[in-house]
């Protein structure tokens, strides 16, 4: 059986073992035909489920049901295990770990603040870019949450960088976090933002009318 997933631009397709690639192929071909339509290869990845022994035998032959009468494009990528892709914002793959998804989004904060920092920004100059990089670069990466390991990387992190990487910052960073009406910066807290996502979470299932997921 054959099952898609469609939202926007993005499709999700599963196959089973016994589903063949060619038929799928075919269906694309008449429709792209009809539609004037084109499949972006380059943005198309597969990731083998079922046993290792399948997942390998898809990696190495190239081939989802070996039956197929040719392999899959070159230009797809398949996906081996330890490697996870993104679908709809979430991350997903094979023996993934959970801080793998923000291993390159915290390498991304890294180069950003070191870049702004050669400029010498203020006290204040630097509280805003904290709110700017920080904010827009793990606002997107959060459908599964943020590991312990990679929320307590980034508060040190921000600590560096309100302090140029002084081994003794002049005030302590929950006090920079304090709102301005009482001493402090409104700085960004990460745990406390963390906090407030899963709160609103769980929002929906407090709502006890009809409303209320199942």
Known sequence: MIITSLFADDMNLFLSRNDRMDNVQQILDKWCKASGAKFNMEKSEIIPIESEDHRSKVIETRKINQEDSSPLDEKIRITTDGVAIRSLGAWIGN????????????????????????????????????????????????????????????????????????????????????????????????????????????????????????
């Open 95 to 214: 023996k993934t770990s959970a801080e793998t998804p923000w291993e390159p989004v915290v390498n991304k904060i890294h180069n950003a603040l070191q870049r702004w920092g050669r400029l010498q920004p203020t006290l204040i100059g630097r509280k805003l870019l904290v709110q700017a990089i920080f904010g827009g670069h793990i606002q997107f990466t959060q459908a599964q949450g943020m590991p312990k390991k990679i929320e307590q990387t980034l508060t040190k992190m921000i600590r560096d960088f309100m302090w140029e990487e002084s081994s003794s910052p002049r005030i302590a960073l929950s006090a920079l976090q304090r709102p301005r009406e009482e001493g402090g910066l409104n700085l960004l807290d990460i745990e406390a933002r963390n906090e407030a996502i899963e709160i609103t979470w769980l929002k929906p299932y407090l709502d006890l009318s009809a409303n209320r997921p199942t």
